[in-house]
């Protein structure tokens, strides 16, 4: 099957280079072409360039071919959204609600709110349930824009329940048209081990890793080390554990506290750190020496009003910075990339360029996944969308709360709702 896309208005984040990252400076510049054309050729971007040198030549195939004219439309890679917890039993709005009220979210957490709250729910729910709300879920986002997600476990907390919620992402993989990476997530202690410390280490170490590891359940380790949560030493044991046996660490570090698991990422290589609302000039310096992605969740520093992340300082000082949803029923409930771009420029002082970058090819570096996915380049895998008729790509992080985008193509396919009904 070939597509040619003809009559672009602007195709947005070119890199004929195949950058695996954007960085400081560099992240404020996106290379565009102006009345372009792209084409592909089964699930793979073959070519693109500016419509005056489209070659006759194209349109001779003996392979099917479909013709699109994006005249007045933008074309760009699709999002994609690097920390998710997308599988999950309900909604948390009665959380919210007492968080208007007063609570806070630490308050809730640590008295069986939370997490330990979403955990209960999903261990009841069966597994069948929790693959056609999660599958509605990668629609959902789909339709806004996001062609691969990363998405974890943690709500389990249990040895079978994790491996349940493991099991659904797997099958995710089978049956959507996204690029899907899993993590386990070493999430919270359960209740009945807050002062058995050792012995949830030794479940989750001795057995859920082992099982998981045979079964090739999940591509990273992930622990969320912060105040009331793991602490740096157990995180290095789980990651450490987890690296043993063949998966890439990530970690949830600095969202309540400096919690030192910056550091404890670098140390173990992780492909990313992710939230960093308490970064100091430390964290800043050991990240410049890394090949750890630093990943900014505007979503859940918005909904629970977060001290925010220093992003601007952070790119200022030559790093890199990704941005991702981190959607979830208790600190993001949405997964709207969109809206994401739009709270990088209004709450972190982002450019709109500089948000591009955050939420294709550096959130593709924060899952590994940056050299076939996040920008357009010829070989990379043809996950795009196209507009609607927009005015300039800045009215995408401007135009807050609407979707603007009109066809979704994924893996060189054009994508319906149909595509997702199993
Ligand atoms: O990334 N920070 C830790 N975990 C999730 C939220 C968990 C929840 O409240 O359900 C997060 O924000
Ligand atoms: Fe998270």
Same mark, same amino acid.
């Given at each position: 099957m070939r597509l040619i896309l003809q009559n672009i208005k602007e195709l947005v984040q070119v890199d004929p280079k195949s950058r695996l990252w954007v960085a400081g400076k560099s992240m404020a510049e996106v290379q565009t072409l102006k009345n372009a054309f792209l084409i592909i050729q089964d699930e793979q971007i073959k070519d693109y360039g500016l419509m005056e040198n489209l070659s006759q030549a194209e349109y001779e195939t003996d392979d099917v071919m479909m013709e699109i004219d994006c005249s007045g439309k933008m074309v760009f890679p699709s999002y994609c959204d690097s920390h998710t917890h997308l599988v999950f039993a309900a909604t948390r709005e009665h959380e919210f609600v007492d968080r208007l009220k007063g609570l806070t979210y630490e308050e809730m957490a640590l008295n069986g709110g939370g997490i330990l709250n979403s955990?209960?729910? *999903?261990?009841?729910? %069966?597994? #069948?349930? =929790?693959? !056609?709300?999660?599958?509605?879920?990668?629609?959902?986002?789909?339709?806004?824009?996001?062609?691969?997600v990363e998405i974890k476990s943690g709500y389990g907390l249990t040895t079978e329940s994790e491996l349940k919620m493991l099991r659904v992402i797997r099958r995710m993989k089978q049956h959507s048209p996204l690029m899907i990476k899993s993590t386990f997530l070493a999430h919270a202690f359960p209740l009945k081990y807050?002062?058995?410390?050792?012995?949830?280490?030794?479940?989750?170490?001795?057995?859920? *890793?082992?099982?998981? %590891?045979? #079964?090739? =359940?999940? !591509?990273?380790?992930?622990?969320?080390?912060?105040?009331?949560?793991?602490?740096?030493?157990?995180?290095?044991h789980i990651l450490k554990a987890g690296i043993r046996l063949g998966m890439l660490g990530k970690v949830h570090a600095n969202e309540l506290a400096n919690s030192g698991g910056v550091q404890v990422g670098i140390k173990y290589n992780t492909v990313s750190v992710d939230h960093l609302e308490y970064v100091e000039d430390e964290e800043i310096s050991a990240l410049l020496g890394s090949e750890t992605m630093p990943t900014v969740l505007p979503? %859940?520093?918005?909904? =629970?009003?977060?001290?925010?992340a220093p992003?601007?300082?952070?790119?200022?000082?030559?790093?890199?910075?990704?941005?991702?949803?981190?959607?979830n029923p208790g600190t993001s409930p949405s997964g709207n990339m969109n809206f994401i771009q739009t709270l990088g420029c209004l709450k972190y002082g982002m450019t709109p360029e500089e948000t591009i970058h955050a939420t294709t090819i550096n959130s593709a570096y924060a899952m590994g996944i940056s050299k076939s996915y996040g920008s357009i380049a010829r070989g990379?895998?043809?996950?795009?969308?196209?507009?609607?008729?927009?005015?300039?790509?800045?009215?995408?992080?401007?135009?807050?709360?609407?979707?603007?985008?009109?066809?979704?193509?994924?893996?060189?396919?054009?994508?319906?709702?149909?595509?997702?009904?199993?």
């Open positions: 955990a209960i729910l *999903l261990q009841e729910m %069966a597994e #069948d349930d =929790l693959f !056609d709300q999660a599958m509605g879920r990668l629609e959902e986002i789909a339709m806004l824009g996001t062609g691969a807050r002062n058995k410390r050792k012995e949830y280490m030794s479940l989750l170490i001795d057995e859920m *890793l082992p099982l998981i %590891a045979a #079964d090739e =359940l999940a !591509d990273y380790v992930d622990v969320f080390c912060d105040r009331g949560f793991f602490t740096m030493e157990e995180t290095e979503g %859940a520093a918005f909904f =629970l009003d977060l001290k925010l992003v601007r300082r952070m790119i200022d000082a030559g790093l890199p910075i990704a941005l991702a949803s981190d959607y990379k895998v043809a996950n795009l969308f196209i507009t609607k008729e927009i005015s300039s790509y800045a009215v995408i992080p401007y135009s807050f709360g609407t979707n603007l985008i009109e066809t979704i193509i994924l893996n060189g396919e054009i994508q319906g709702v149909a595509d997702f009904e199993l």
